[in-house]
Nanobody
Framework: QVQLVESGGGLVQAGGSLRLSCAAS????????MGWFRQAPGKEREFVAA??????HYAESVKGRFTISRDNFKNTVYMQMNSLKTEDTAVYYC?????????????????WGQGTQVTVSS
């Protein structure tokens, strides 16, 4: 069982930056692929970024602006978000998958956090 707790969301102006963190419980954190997804009001949840032993994977909409990383000693995954746009406004969810590759498929993820709100104002 893995429990995930996100933090770092908030209100920021367009063009600004935020760093999200996701703290995970469990001794096998390093074996999981970790992902970030987001859900904007009235929209379906969508893939943002993922990281695993094979590397990282990003949605086209965030490439060059967002960076996912992890610290296996701290059982934490991060997402640095730069050059934020109003369309990045969403609830951001951290997820863990018992996979060795960075999947963008929501169904591949076994554990989910409660989410953290990111609001980008114009």
């Amino acid at each position: 069982q893995v429990q995930l707790v996100e933090s770092g969301g908030g209100l920021v102006q367009a063009g600004g930056s935020l760093r999200l963190s996701c703290a995970a419980s469990g001794r096998t954190f390093s074996t999981y692929a970790m992902g970030w997804f987001r859900q904007a009001p009235g929209k379906e949840r969508e893939f943002v970024a993922a990281i695993s032993w094979t590397g990282t994977h990003y949605a086209e909409s965030v490439k060059g602006r967002f960076t996912i990383s992890r610290d296996n000693f701290k059982n934490t995954v991060y997402m640095q978000m730069n050059s934020l746009k109003t369309e990045d406004t969403a609830v951001y969810y951290c997820a863990a998958a018992a996979l060795q590759y960075s999947s963008s498929r929501e169904g591949d993820y076994d554990y989910w956090g409660q989410g953290t709100q990111v609001t980008v104002s114009s």
